[in-house]
């Protein structure tokens, strides 16, 4: 799991920003994410896998289109390392490759009733096209 | 005065209240809210990567359209908020995304990240003013107990943010006292409504408004307020009887202006 991925791995965590070293493994993220319940992997094990290149199953895993992009990781955690970051940036390093979007305009109207607010479609395409 | 305006997609199409009752009452407060020339949709939500420049440059163009008033620029969604501030905040901090950006935009003179951010709640306390409001009350909201919802986006990233304590904000409370009802405050004021993941797993942003909902009805809430569409939606379609109303609907009530605005 070493070096196959060190490339991936150092963009992911240049494009993040986050250093996952800084992370004291207190959990506190993964303690207060919404979106807890519904993760394969959680946001304090986004941590130490991009940490220790272990991204394949991240790349493969729901949990990346599970977090509702709240900040309560990134604001609570008391080390500044700011989980959520790490989450947007593997999802993009998925959704970057070519027919990797993970919603397409063609699933839309299946999704749409009378009340859905436009912000939620351009809220998720954001989040899950390229 | 006058504040540079950008209303966002969601209030020219689903939340046409929240915009026009904003404008209505910016005008009772003595703001004119001038509309930005062809604004752009911020995309509803900041990514955090830092070499994704595309999907910010129309926040970018709505705060250089401000600088080049010299006005404040101010939205009353709270996802537009939160993606124009975040915004600027990078053009402020992040020398090569504002760098890229400007050299795309080629403008010449380039946006240097010097525009005021203000959601309309901060405008109402830091450039109107809670007691100046409270003067203009013509039909106090007494009686009612009215619990604020904030969700993420309006206190998120707090140090981006600065809008208020992140976990133990005022901001909305202050504003419902000086409509004259009574603030309910609760323990899920500030947790996520579910968001735009409604789209793909209704009932996983069903459990997490319920839970709000819920929340704030066992404080005794009669209403709920919250500046977000998409909260909105979340917490009607999911929550108890507790009726979900913008604040800007509550706040030309007791200002007296929504039965003129109905009556239009």
Redesign the interface.
């Known amino acids: 799991m070493h070096n196959d991925n060190t490339r991936l791995t150092q963009e992911i965590i240049?494009?993040?920003?986050v250093n996952p070293s800084k992370c004291m493994k207190c959990g506190k993220c993964s303690a207060t994410c919404?979106?807890y319940d519904?993760m394969e992997y959680h946001p304090h094990q986004f941590v130490y896998m991009v940490e220790s290149g272990d991204l394949e199953p991240l790349m493969n895993s729901k949990s990346l289109?599970?977090c509702?992009?709240?900040?309560?990781c990134?604001?609570r955690c008391p080390r500044g390392v700011?989980p959520?970051?790490l989450v947007?940036?593997v999802r993009?390093a998925v959704i970057r490759q070519q027919g990797a979007d993970h919603?397409t305009p063609d699933d839309v109207p299946a999704?749409l009733n009378e009340?859905?607010?436009?912000?939620?479609?351009?809220?998720?395409f954001?989040?899950y096209r390229k | 005065m006058i504040v540079s305006y950008f209303p966002g997609c969601t209030l020219k199409t689903k939340a046409q209240d929240l915009d026009m009752y904003a404008r209505k009452c910016a005008e009772v407060l003595g703001v004119t809210l001038e509309e930005i020339d062809n604004w752009q949709c911020c995309g509803g939500v900041f990514t955090t990567v830092n070499n994704d420049a595309v999907t910010k440059l129309s926040s970018v163009r709505a705060l250089d359209f401000a600088r080049s008033k010299t006005q404040p620029l101010v939205s009353v969604c709270s996802a537009c908020h939160n993606v124009l501030k975040q915004t600027n905040h990078a053009v402020q901090t992040d020398k090569a995304f504002a760098d890229k950006v400007n050299l795309y935009m080629g403008n010449e003179s380039p946006y240097d990240g010097s525009t005021q951010v203000y959601h309309y709640l901060e405008m109402l306390r830091d450039l109107v003013g809670f007691d100046a409001i409270k003067e203009k009350v013509v039909n106090p909201l007494k009686g009612k107990k009215i619990a604020a919802y904030y969700g993420c986006l309006l206190l998120r990233p707090s140090g981006v943010m600065q809008m208020d304590d992140p976990e133990n904000p005022q901001i909305f409370e202050d504003l419902i006292r000086a409509l004259g009802a009574e603030p309910v405050i609760y323990a899920m004021r500030n947790e996520c409504c579910g968001g735009y993941v409604t789209m793909e797993s209704p009932e996983f942003a069903a459990k997490k408004s319920k839970a709000i909902t819920d929340n704030a009805a066992s404080f005794g809430a009669d209403m709920i307020v919250t500046a977000c569409p998409l909260c909105k939606y979340n917490l009607e379609k999911n929550g108890n009887s507790v009726p979900v109303v913008y604040f800007t609907e509550l706040l030309a009530e007791a200002l007296g202006v929504k039965e003129d605005t109905q009556n239009a």
Not at chain 1, 68 to 72: D, I, K, P, Q, Y
């Open positions: 240049r494009a993040s920003g919404p979106a519904e289109y599970k509702l992009s709240c900040f309560a990134i604001d700011e959520a970051k947007e940036a993009f919603m999704k009340d859905i607010p436009q912000q939620a479609i351009v809220s998720a954001r989040k």
